[in-house]
C-alpha cells in the first residue's frame, strides 16, 4: 500500500511524480513470482493469528493476475500488494505490502488490487490502470463499502512509498478501519500520529481509512514472533531487510 500521511498524502505523489521526471529515474517495472510458501506466509502475517488458519490466500502470477491459492472460511482475503495504482505513479518492482481485508473489504477494496494486478498483467501501464480501476468505482458491480470493517496491516515489515523519492521499507504495523467520507475533521485527527488515530484518504468515498498503530510493544512481539519469516524475505530481497533504520522509520521521513 501506498502510505503516506492523509495531510500531504497528494504533495508526497507529486513530488515522487515530479522526481522521476527530473532525473531520468525509470525503475524496473518487471515482476517476479515470489516463492509459493514465502508469499503465503508474508500474506497472512498481515491478518492476527487467530485469523490466519481459516483466511483465504490469494498468491500473484505476474503474467496473469491474483489466483486463489487457498480458500478459507472466516471471511478474511489476505494477499500481498505489488502494485499501488491509487496516484499513476509508475509500476515498480520493489513494491512489497501484506494485507488483509475482512468479508466487506475483500467483497469491494480488495477487487481494485485484483483488478490492477490483471491489467498489469496484460500490459497495460499505471495510468491507464489509475483509470480502468477508478471508473469503476460505485457501480452496481463494483460497490463501495457500505459499512465500517478493517483491513489488516500487521505484518512485521513493508514496502512502498512514503514522504521520501523512492519506496522506502519500514517496520510499522498498523490497522486500517473503513470510513467512508470521513476527514480527520470528524474524528478529531491531526496528520500522522505514532499514539492517535487518523485519516488517510486515498480515494475518497472509497479508499477512507481511520489508521491506528499497533503500540510499541505490540510492535516488538510482532518482530520477535516473525523472526523467521523476517529473516526469510531478507534472505530473498536485501531491500526487505529489518535494520533499525527501518524499525524507525516512519512514513513522515524524507529519507
Not at 463501495?144 to 517496520?171: C, D, L, Q
Request: glycine share 6%.
Amino acid at each position: 500500500m501506498k502510505i503516506a500521511i492523509s495531510l500531504i498524502l497528494l504533495e508526497i505523489v507529486v513530488s515522487i511524480a515530479c522526481f522521476g521526471q527530473a532525473s531520468g529515474a525509470q525503475p524496473s517495472s518487471t515482476l517476479e513470482r515470489m516463492p509459493e510458501l514465502l508469499e503465503t506466509r508474508f500474506a497472512l502475517s498481515a491478518a492476527p493469528p487467530h485469523l490466519r488458519g481459516n483466511a483465504t490466500v490469494y498468491l500473484l502470477d505476474p503474467a496473469k493476475g491474483y489466483m486463489l491459492n487457498r480458500k478459507g472460511s472466516n471471511g478474511v482475503s489476505c494477499i500481498v500488494v505489488r502494485s499501488d495504482w491509487q496516484f499513476e505513479v509508475p509500476f515498480r518492482n520493489d513494491i512489497y505490502w501484506p494485507v488483509c481485508f475482512d468479508t466487506e473489504g475483500s467483497r469491494t477494496l480488495l477487487q481494485d488490487y485484483m483488478k490492477t494486478a490483471e491489467l498489469r498483467a496484460s500490459g497495460m501501464d499505471a495510468n491507464h490502470v489509475h483509470r480502468e480501476v477508478t471508473k469503476k468505482f460505485g457501480a452496481s458491480d463494483y460497490p463501495n463499502p457500505s459499512r465500517t470493517g478493517i483491513a489488516y496491516m500487521i505484518a512485521p515489515v513493508m514496502r512502498g512509498f512514503t514522504a521520501a523519492p523512492e519506496p522506502k521499507t519500514m517496520n510499522m504495523p498498523h490497522y486500517m478501519f473503513y470510513a467512508p467520507n470521513l476527514t480527520d475533521a470528524d474524528i478529531g485527527g491531526n496528520g500522522f500520529s505514532k499514539q492517535y488515530p487518523f485519516m488517510l484518504r486515498m480515494s475518497p468515498g472509497r479508499d477512507d481509512y481511520i489508521i491506528m498503530l499497533v503500540g510499541e510493544s505490540e510492535k516488538e512481539k510482532i518482530l520477535t514472533d516473525s523472526k523467521d519469516l523476517l529473516e526469510d524475505l531478507c534472505s530473498y530481497r536485501n531491500f526487505l531487510c529489518t535494520t533499525a533504520i527501518t524499525k524507525a522509520r516512519m512514513p513522515t521521513d524524507k529519507q
